[in-house]
């Protein structure tokens, strides 16, 4: 009976909590981001000495680190597109049709307030207060894409599908994607 006591007791106690934060990875942390800290560039001599930019103390040094930029070049994108404010000319296109029924610039405030309504109205559960979870997957469960459905959805149809290795009539692997996963298979 004491125990039984004790469990009420801790569900009630856990059931006062919550967390406005939708999967904050960082809530509670007290630690610093060990990732946070990046290593500055090495030093190098310019080809040309006269397009070094000006000094400007307290500003920005060619040696700092740009991880954004390190990455868009990294997955073949244009790094200078950063600088660029509103539009860029070669999205204005695909802005205009996604826009051309109209936008609300408030939709950002208006979709989290929808998410936290949602989620006020569904609790978590109890099982879920015990192991620490949030409602974040029950609440998109159903927009959820079964990507192995949709694989098998598009297969037919032709389409080259970049993550799943081509198929033979037969149902088997062609003849690369076999000798791919013979050579894995062997290692």
Not at 87 to 100: M, P
Not at 153 to 158: I, S
Request: with cysteine.
């Amino acid at each position: 009976m004491r125990a039984f006591a004790v469990t009420l007791t801790m569900l009630g106690l856990a059931a006062c909590s919550s967390d406005p934060h939708l999967m904050n990875t960082s809530a509670g942390r007290s630690s610093p981001d060990e990732f946070a800290i990046l290593p500055t560039k090495p030093l190098s001599m310019p080809p040309d000495l006269h397009t070094l930019p000006t000094p400007t103390p307290g500003g920005p040094n060619i040696t700092d680190p740009t991880p954004e930029s390190d990455a868009i070049a990294a997955l073949g994108g244009n790094p200078g597109q950063l600088t660029v404010r509103g539009v860029g000319a070669a999205d204005g296109a695909l802005v205009n049709h996604a826009s051309r029924f109209g936008r609300d610039p408030a939709i950002r405030v208006i979709t989290l307030q929808e998410d936290l309504d949602w989620r006020s109205r569904h609790s978590r559960r109890a099982l879920e207060i015990l192991a620490g979870t949030d409602v974040y997957y029950r609440a998109y469960e159903a927009m959820t894409l079964d990507s192995w459905a949709e694989q098998e959805r598009w297969r037919p149809t032709g389409v080259q599908l970049p993550a799943a290795p081509p198929r033979l009539e037969s149902g088997g692997l062609s003849p690369e994607a076999q000798e791919t996963a013979d050579r894995l298979a062997n290692q």
